[in-house]
């Protein structure tokens, strides 16, 4: 009896102890969305994207490709990162204070009522299963409590969050005519429709092996010009988009990177951007933008009302290539050409224009369109856009932005009525932190979603330069 007793004192003492570090942990007042994590619980009636074909063996040019320093484990997409196990395990803690006073009165008596025998087989369950991963070994290690990742969203302790939660500022909505689901009610809504989740990353050596690039034919055009514009040491950065929504502030309602021309913003015309200064060399007043990439690991940005959250992840190079057409010689862009790739929304709008292209430094031969790359040790984050080339002949735009140029067929050529222009390509490289902890600035519905990556160009090069650029890639040189 006194055993009993003293094993239930214990038990009391454990589940104080535990909503005291509890309190310490979640103390203070904390801003909206600071304790959302990537993991792989998804919100209801949100598809889930399809797993990748993934190659039973290693490639032959594995060995080529991948970098010295090779992770010591294999990616495993329902685990959370390691840099967040401690903070996971700092908010369950009431949680496990229970479990262990359970623990140490069935161990005092010798008895346990039907209630405790569950929490321990459950305990006992969640050990196994972290010994399990541990054992097989992984590219993302498992974190200390695994039902804190793939139940609740990396989501505190609910009743002390409860009120701080009712009061956190909501999403503005976006400027669209398009039907968009919207976030579900609720105090579990701010974190699970965030994004993106586990399944959303992907181990870069299981994306199988494809060719990016038609193979050049004997009327095609080899060369390429290269526009070297920094990686924006400036800071230009803004929520707008010109193209699509002129003169709307926060129009784009994530953040855009900005290389080249040193004006462009919700208000830029024609007459602006020739202006205005430029990053790039030569004389090259293009503007070049794409939406900021997050370390989701950093609590920043957290009161954004769009829901981008994290720390802005610089790119280590901008490189902007402008290539020939695999089937004949091209011609010049006119000046103010504007050209979009990919779809903002296609996560809602489905993937007829979506251009999305991830990839890792080493691993170019392998590129996913709907999945972030976990890259080995060593390796960077490759983000891959390349923009329609077939002009029209007449407009600059069009109303959709997209009918004025198209892209090529899976040949190379361009489609009658249309005459090849230099084809940009831009690839941007990150260095970002292990494990899926990075994410893409989006329209709050698309749930950061990679396959919504995109690009936009605006040519402002002056017309002796654009020659330049056509007479390096039609005589097949490097410029």
Known sequence: ????????????????????????????????????????????????????????????????????????????????????????????????????????????????????????????????????????????????????????????????????????????????????????????????????FVTDFVDIRQIPRSRQDARIGRGGSRGTFVSRCGTNGEGHFNPDNFIVAPGVRNGAHHLHDYVGNLSADAFSTDESLEAAGTTCRLGDKSTYFWPVLRDRTVDENVDDPDRNVGQVLRPRSVTLQFRGNARARVVAMPRFLRIITGDAKAATNGPANARAGWSCSGFTNRISSDKYPLCPRGSQVLRIMDFPSCWDGQNNDSANHRTHIVFPDQSGACPQGTQPVPQLRMTLAYSVPRGPSFALDAFPEQLHNPVTDHGDFVNVMPERLMSNVVNCINRGRRC
């Open 1 to 196: 009896m006194r055993s009993r007793r003293m094993a239930a004192a214990i038990s009391a003492l454990a589940v104080v102890a535990g909503g005291l570090v509890s309190a310490v942990v979640v103390g203070g007042a904390q801003p909206a969305f600071a304790d959302c994590e990537i993991t792989e619980q998804r919100p209801p009636g949100q598809q889930q994207n399809q797993p990748q074909d993934q190659p039973q063996d290693q490639p032959e040019d594995q060995q080529q490709d991948q970098p010295q320093d090779q992770p010591q484990d294999q990616p495993q997409q329902s685990q959370a990162p390691q840099e967040q196990d401690q903070e996971n395990q700092g908010r369950d803690d009431d949680q496990q204070g229970q479990d262990q006073g359970a623990q140490q009165d069935q161990n005092g008596d010798g008895q346990q009522n039907q209630e405790n025998q569950n929490q321990n087989d459950q305990q006992g369950q969640d050990q196994g299963a972290q010994q399990d991963q541990n054992g097989g070994g992984a590219l993302v290690d498992p974190p200390a409590d695994p039902e804190a990742s793939a139940e609740t969203f990396g989501q505190r302790n609910r009743d002390q969050d409860r009120d701080r939660r009712r009061n956190r500022p909501r999403p503005s909505q976006q400027p669209s005519s398009t039907a968009s689901p919207s976030p579900t009610g609720g105090q579990e809504s701010d974190c699970l429709n965030i994004g993106p």
